[in-house]
Structures are given as structure tokens and as C-alpha cells.
């Protein structure tokens, strides 16, 4: 069906036709002389008339005839009136064929009875030519308004299944990109319940390309195709730019400049990013419209982690903030996000559960590792539903071992395409960039475009990133990794991090990058400079150890070592302003650690 449908075009066009129809009309009258004359007055208003002599007549004659008025003698022998005007309502079906009985009765029990019997009107004998033309006027008109609506019903009916299967096509393909991630992963739990074929939840998960992972949820105004317009592109979006290196900060304001660009106004998408790192014992998390994501630690404190920014796809570049919090997490922790259909479950007197509903269920848990069952067996219990009424998302990720944390290789692809495999590049950044920039999905994009060595991109990714911190953190920021050996050191080292990022005036850092083919890979030579004061390499990585060998110790000081474990070469230059390493690779070789 071309063009736009109004709901009034079809009764529009009706009530603009004043010219009475030529009706098809079926007569069932036993006296003769009855019959003749009614025929006779219908033939002379211009209608076509049918003229059967019973009711067993007029049943048998109706679909061969299909007219569009019947008039019926109530009285007549073998079949009456009434008994006739039922079966032919009911093989009428739901196109409406008005019955108008033919009587001499006046009793209002009889004249009831026929009405009960699906008549539409009365004819008193002895027929009046001027009665019986406006009768068949006005029941001609209630005739075509209700074919009318029996038409707009069927436009109707279609344009819905037209939408749903649009929406169905929709979800297919929305599906085929949301589900490209790592939601499944042992870590990750989730319930989603949609209301709608499309609902306006999101939910992704994706693995970073040094260990960790990524989540991002979002909850968008409206359903159907109006989320989907939104949902894609995020999805894409998040997809995309986790595969290239790029951090959470990034990736929300891409999301967020992108639905700004596409929504109209007073659409938009309230969201949760959450980036785990299990290595550094990190998680960072960005709150944006929806309820309270809660940090549960295996000591039994419940953090929460409320809304601090507006939904994205409402402010602008300049005035969004990505600031996330950051947590020091240990294996075991969870972190719960949810959307607003959690805390909005209403009961059967219309309460809500709320957030204080929330909270109770976690005040109860005896293990952060029961909150998701918790939570769903409370709203099931609380509405009285096996599922929820409303859009409801809940995401529960679990902190995973250290060991599941490491980058791990990716199978080689059939046919590596053709690239650089001798080159050499240097890469610098300066001053303001230093705050506003992160260069390592760049530097990544150089490296893979070596053939083969994009089986290794989590091992090229995690070098480069432990390079790049550390002569950011500790060479321009001059930050001690000391501060993180407590919990209030931990906050004070980020809270610091923060300010000293204002504040770059005169630093760089400078990434020297060089690789060679070596038969059957290559070699990848990194140096990184910065412009820091630089410092004692051999004394911080004696005090890292002996903190590591104390169970329960903070992270720091884990990146030296783990670039020690995983370069071929690891060299300190002079002050500590200047490391080089060397990254002997093979196409395709499982890890070794």
C-alpha cells in the first residue's frame, strides 16, 4: 500500500455521497398480493428486487442473490421470519445486511422478539411508499458506514502487520550487531523482558582488546522502530570502536554526538557505561538518567553508583562529561545496572517497588554473587508475574580471576590482506592533547595493518597501553603508584589524575615504532618517551614485588611486570623518560603464558 493512510478518508468519502444506491434487495413474503405490491414500489424507487415465497426460500436464495437489504413476513408458514433472520445474520457474517420485517403486529413483546432475532427495523402493513423509501435511505446509509469501518478496520489491520514486520526486520538485524559481543561470557548475567517486538532497551558487551571488558546499557524513549533508529547506530558505534582500542570516555561521546545528530527532539537515551579492568583491578562507570548501578563487595559493602549526567543525545560536545568514577575492585565483586522498569514494577494495588525496594533486596544478600536471583525473584514476587509488565533490563557482572583478565590470541583469518611489513613511524603528542586525546587506538591501527600480526592485537594492544600509562601517569603526572596501596591512597591517586590532567603545558610523549618481517612473523620495536622528570625503575619495581608478595596487596606496579612477561626486550633508557621494547610475534601461536 503506496502513500499515507488517514483513519478519515474513507467515512470522508462516504459522507459526501448523497445519492441514493440501487439496492439489491431480497423479498420473502407467503401473501401474494402483500408481495406484489411491495416488489412494485420497490421497483419504482429503481431498486432490483428478489422476491422468494417463504423463509426457507430467502435462506436458501441468500448467497445466490447476496443482497444488500432483506425483508421478511415475521409470519410465515414451514420457516418464519425470525427463525430465517437468524441464519441469515449469521451467514451474513460480519458484513452487515440489514432485516427490515414485513408485519401487521403491534404487541411491543412481538415487535421485541424480532429485534432479538437480528432485525434492524419494522415495515407496518399497509406499506406507505414514503415510509418505506426513507426506511431503505436510512438503512442503506448505516449499510455503507459499516462497510465503510469494515474497510478502514482491514487498512488498519494491515498497516499494524505491515509495522510489525518492519519491526521483526528490524530486531533481526538489530540482533545480528547486538549480539556480536560478549554477553554470553561466564561473568555476565542479564534478564532483558520486552513489552513490544522492539523495546526501547539496549545492552552490549564487548571484550577490550587488552583484557577487561565493556557494557554499556541504555534505555531509549519509545518502542518500536522509533528505539530502533537509535539502538543500531549505538550498537555499531559500541562495536566498532571497542574493537579499535578505544576507551569508555570515547565511545560515550561518539554515542552521544551521533544521537544528537539523528533524534528528534525530546528523544533520547538514558545509559550506563561500565569498563572493567580486571588486571589493574579497576572499575570505572559513567551514570546518565538511569537508576542506581551498585558496586557489591565480597567484604559486604553495597556502593552505589547513582545518575550524574544528563541521557545522551541531549547536550552538546561541549557541555557533555564523560568523568567517570573509579573503583579498586578485587575478583568476586559484582557490579549490578538496570533500567528504570526495575525500580517501576508495580503490584497489583498500583505500588511501586522503588529504589528502597531495591535497596532492601541487597541489604539481604548473604553473597554479592546472589543479587541478580534476588533481584528478579523480588520483582516476580512483588507483581505477581512470571514475567515483568514493563521494559525491564537487569546486567549483573562479576569481577572474573586475574587469570581470565589476560589478553588472549584470535585464530588468523583465511587470508591476511596485504600489508606494510617494514616500516618505521614516530607519533607525538603535546601539551592540551595530552588531556583531551588518547592515542593508542591509533598507534594499534598502524601496527595491525602488518600482515598476520592482527592475531595478536590484545598482546600489541595491552604493550602499548602500559606504555603510554606509564609515561602519563608517572612521566608527565608524576603520580606515585605508592597512593594505590590503600583504599583512600586509591581514591587520591585518580582524584589527582584528574587535576593534573588540567595542567600539561610544555609535556609530550612520543611513540618510536619500527617493524621488521622475520620469517615466519616479525619483530615490533616500541619506544616511548615523555618529557617528565623520569624515576627510579630498579627501586619501584622492587617495592611493586614485595607488595605483590603480600596477599590481598593493592595493583600497583603490575604493568613493568607485565611487560617483562610478554616483550622479547625490555629496556629502561637513563632517567626513566625512555623505554624500549621488543615484541617478537608468530602468526597464529597460542600464548605461552
Known amino acids: 500500500m503506496s502513500g499515507e493512510f488517514s483513519p478519515s478518508q474513507t467515512l470522508n468519502s462516504f459522507s459526501g455521497s448523497a ?19 411491495l416488489c412494485a414500489l420497490l421497483q419504482k424507487l429503481g431498486h432490483e428486487v428478489f422476491e422468494v415465497f417463504d423463509g426457507t426460500a430467502a435462506v436458501d436464495q441468500f448467497h445466490e442473490v447476496d443482497p444488500d437489504i432483506v425483508l421478511l413476513d415475521a409470519m410465515m408458514p414451514e420457516l418464519d421470519g425470525l427463525s430465517a433472520a437468524r441464519q441469515i445474520k449469521s451467514m451474513a457474517g460480519e458484513r452487515l445486511v440489514p432485516v427490515i420485517f414485513l408485519t401487521a403486529l403491534t404487541d411491543p413483546k ?39 469501518l469494515a474497510e478502514q478496520v482491514d487498512q488498519v489491520r494491515q498497516k499494524n502487520e505491515q509495522m510489525l514486520a518492519e519491526q521483526k526486520t528490524a530486531r533481526r538485524v538489530f540482533d545480528n550487531i547486538a549480539h556480536t559481543g560478549s ?12 513489552m513490544s517486538v522492539f523495546n526501547g532497551d539496549v545492552l552490549f558487551a564487548a571484550t577490550r582488546p587488552g ?9 531509549f524513549t519509545g518502542h518500536g522502530l522509533p528505539a530502533a533508529i537509535g539502538a543500531m547506530p549505538v550498537a555499531e558505534i559500541f562495536y566498532g570502536m571497542v574493537g579499535q582500542g578505544f576507551g569508555a570516555a570515547a565511545i560515550l561521546r561518539e554515542i552521544n554526538a551521533k544521537l544528537r545528530r539523528i533524534l528528534p527532539v525530546g528523544m533520547f537515551c538514558c545509559g550506563a557505561m561500565l569498563e572493567t579492568d580486571s588486571r589493574q583491578g579497576l572499575v570505572r562507570a559513567w551514570n546518565g538518567g538511569l537508576p542506581d548501578a551498585w558496586l557489591l563487595r565480597g567484604s559486604g559493602e553495597r556502593v552505589a553508583i547513582p545518575s550524574r549526567n544528563l541521557p545522551l543525545g541531549v547536550q552538546n560536545a561541549e557541555n557533555f562529561s564523560t568523568s567517570m568514577v573509579v573503583f579498586q575492585v578485587t575478583p568476586g565483586d559484582h557490579v549490578l545496572l538496570m533500567t528504570d522498569g526495575f525500580p517501576e514494577s508495580a503490584n497489583e494495588q498500583g505500588e511501586l517497588l522503588g529504589e528502597s525496594g531495591v535497596r532492601q533486596v541487597l541489604a539481604g544478600l548473604s553473597s554479592p554473587s546472589d543479587a541478580f536471583d534476588a533481584l528478579m525473584h523480588r520483582v516476580r514476587e512483588f507483581t505477581g508475574q512470571p514475567e515483568a509488565a514493563d521494559d525491564l533490563t537487569l546486567c549483573c557482572v562479576a569481577i572474573p580471576e586475574l587469570e581470565q583478565a589476560r589478553p588472549s590470541a584470535r585464530k588468523p583469518p583465511d587470508a591476511e590482506p596485504i600489508g606494510p611489513a617494514d616500516w618505521q613511524c614516530v607519533y607525538e603528542i603535546r601539551e592540551r592533547t595530552l588531556s583531551e586525546f588518547n592515542p593508542l587506538p591509533l598507534l594499534l591501527h598502524i601496527c595491525m595493518e602488518v600482515p598476520g600480526l592482527r592475531s595478536r592485537s590484545g598482546e600489541v594492544y595491552t604493550l602499548l597501553s602500559e606504555l603510554y600509562n606509564n609515561a602519563l601517569e608517572h612521566g608527565v603526572l608524576a603520580l606515585s603508584s605508592d597512593w594505590k596501596s590503600s583504599p583512600r591512597g586509591f581514591a587520591l591517586y585518580y582524584e589527582e589524575r584528574q587535576r593534573r590532567l588540567s595542567d600539561t603545558d610544555g609535556h609530550f610523549i612520543r611513540f618510536s615504532l619500527s617493524h621488521e618481517s622475520r620469517d615466519p612473523g616479525g619483530r615490533l620495536r616500541v619506544i616511548c618517551e615523555d618529557s617528565g622528570a623520569g624515576f627510579d625503575f630498579a627501586e619501584h619495581s622492587a617495592r611493586a614485588s614485595k607488595t605483590r608478595s603480600i596477599p590481598g596487596s593493592s595493583y600497583a606496579g603490575r604493568g613493568l611486570e607485565l611487560l617483562r612477561r610478554m616483550a622479547t626486550h625490555f629496556h629502561v633508557h637513563g632517567e626513566g623518560n625512555r623505554v624500549e621494547i ?8 597460542e600464548d605461552d603464558d
Open 19 to 37: 445519492e441514493p444506491s440501487r439496492l439489491r434487495i431480497l423479498v420473502a413474503e407467503d401473501n401474494k398480493p402483500d408481495r406484489m405490491i
Open 582 to 589: 621488543v615484541y617478537d610475534w608468530q602468526p597464529g601461536r
Open 211 to 219: 583484557g577487561g571488558s565493556l557494557v554499556f546499557l541504555g534505555d
Open 110 to 148: 412481538e415487535l421485541a422478539r424480532c429485534l432479538e432475532a437480528g432485525g434492524d427495523d419494522f415495515l407496518i402493513k399497509p406499506f406507505n411508499r414514503v415510509i418505506l423509501d426513507a426506511k431503505l435511505n436510512a438503512l442503506d446509509r448505516m449499510r455503507r458506514l459499516h462497510q465503510a
Open 183 to 194: 554477553l554470553d561470557s561466564p561473568n555476565i548475567r542479564y534478564h532483558a523482558s520486552p
